[in-house]
């Protein structure tokens, strides 16, 4: 402290100022540290949530792909199923040669549908119908190719020709059919 009071004033400041200048070096070098430890560990949270956000992007991307294969499966057997509902329809080609000046019309809601046509001859006498079978899509092509079987066996099977006689046989065997469906359930 004899030293001390010995130093002159500017070397007194001189010091003083050193001293200053340390505490703020090391003042400065703890607010480094600390920053850097605040980033360090900021950066592993993220590359963590990173990580986790990767994983699940790859869980939805793998869903995604079995929903899109599903997707695909549906469509083809519905064009599988368009395929043979169509098969059931008569051709223009057949209603144009009993009925030459006649068209066909036909705009089902869905890819296949309930709704169906059907033509039919037999002693020289030529039966339409417009059908509007129970169900949409896949389960009313469904009913509308056991309805339309049942009006191609009810007319040349059973050799019904009446109108309302066919309606009613042909009813008659929807019915069974669905009967026999559900006692193999």
């Known amino acids: 402290s004899e030293h001390y009071a010995m130093l ?5 400041k001189k010091i003083a100022d050193q001293r200053s200048w340390i505490v703020l070096g090391v003042l400065g070098g703890l607010i480094l540290i600390i920053s850097l ?3 360090v560990n900021s950066n592993r949270r ?4 990173n990580e986790v ?4 992007n790859e869980a939805i991307e793998e869903k995604n792909a079995i929903v899109e294969e599903h997707n695909r499966s549906v469509a083809a057997s519905i064009q599988y199923a368009k395929r043979l509902q169509t098969a059931i329809l008569p ?4 209603v144009n040669q009993y009925l030459p000046n006649s068209f066909l019309l036909f705009i089902p809601k869905d890819v296949v549908s309930g709704d169906f046509y059907w033509f039919g001859v037999a002693n020289d006498a030529v039966y339409i119908a417009a059908a509007d079978c129970t169900g949409h899509g896949v389960p009313g092509a469904m009913v509308s190719v056991v309805c339309s079987n049942a009006l191609n ?11 309302g006689e066919i309606l009613t046989k042909t009813r008659e065997l929807v019915l069974d059919t ?7 359930v």
């Open 8 to 12: 002159s004033a500017v070397d007194q």
């Open 37 to 39: 430890f605040f980033m």
């Open 46 to 49: 993220k590359r963590k949530m």
């Open 53 to 56: 956000l990767s994983g699940k």
């Open 91 to 94: 051709t223009r080609k057949e």
């Open 153 to 163: 066996r009810v007319l040349n099977e059973f050799t019904i020709t009446e109108p």
């Open 178 to 184: 669905f009967a026999r469906s559900d006692k193999k």
